[in-house]
């Protein structure tokens, strides 16, 4: 097993929590397009799959209506205008991420199926963007996870092999893009799966908080030195 050097974060649910501000933009975009708004619970169990996929669930759409488009122009011009009006570090990510940005010797990376404008949008207002050495966001390549493409693009993008990165995430479309692209896969609860979602998705490890990474990556790390030292 070879030391990850490239760890790449999911966003919503395991970086930040977002819901609040999720929430509030959809139903800013329902009450715009002349719907009524939906309760937050219901509006984040549409959350994982992209900003058009939770505004076609929201307004009881098919994906591929052309009226997505109105909800979704709402959506994301509230967003952008509100990126972090409720939206919150998920517990233990901001420490995890600072400590992880010291070692140095990681590259640090976003997959999020999030869009490009409203990524942006939290990563500035956050005023972690220059933490991350690539973020690939939703729209950037063809396929969403959990099609593996988006991780593959970033393996690409940094020229490293996908078994040298890990992808932490709190969805099973984060997990199944991981296996898929032959990446390592950590899965975090908290976020917006249930625990049995995320064990049905297998992941390589499941944490209860981002705190707990730091323990994986140095075990993972003593193993990669230990075999070497054997050899
Ligand atoms: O916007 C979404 O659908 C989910 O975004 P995520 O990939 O960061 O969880």
Redesign the pocket.
């Known amino acids: 097993m070879l030391t990850p050097t490239v760890v790449v974060f999911?966003?919503?649910?395991?970086l930040i929590d977002s819901r609040g501000d999720i929430v509030a933009a959809v139903n800013h975009a329902l009450v715009a397009t002349g719907r009524a708004p939906l309760p937050g619970q219901v509006i984040v169990r549409y959350?994982?799959?992209?900003?058009r996929?939770?505004c076609a669930r929201a307004a009881r759409l098919p994906e591929t209506s052309e009226s997505v488009e109105d909800v979704l122009r709402h959506f994301l011009d509230y967003y952008a205008r509100h990126p972090l009006d409720f939206t919150r570090w998920m517990p233990g990510a901001q420490e995890m991420l600072e400590r992880l940005s010291d070692l140095g010797d990681l590259a640090l990376c976003v997959?999020?199926?999030?869009?490009r404008s409203t990524t942006d949008a939290v990563l500035a207002a956050l005023g972690v963007g220059a933490r991350f050495r690539a973020v690939v966001a939703?729209g950037d390549v063809a396929a969403k996870?959990p099609d593996p493409a988006p991780l593959l693009h970033l393996a690409a993008r940094l020229g490293v092999q996908p078994h040298k990165m890990v992808m932490v995430?709190?969805?099973p479309?984060?997990i199944e893009c991981a296996r898929r692209a032959g990446a390592r896969s950590i899965a975090v609860l908290g976020?917006?799966a249930s625990q049995d979602e995320l064990l049905d998705a297998r992941p390589d490890v499941l944490l209860r908080t981002l705190g707990e990474l730091w323990d994986v990556l140095r075990r993972w790390r003593d193993a990669t030195v230990r075999l070497s030292t054997v050899r």
Not at 10 to 14: E, I, K, R
Not at 111 to 115: Q, S
């Open positions: 999911d966003l919503d649910g395991t959350v994982g799959d992209g900003a996929a939770l997959c999020t199926n999030k869009p939703g996870k995430g709190d969805g479309q984060d976020g917006f």
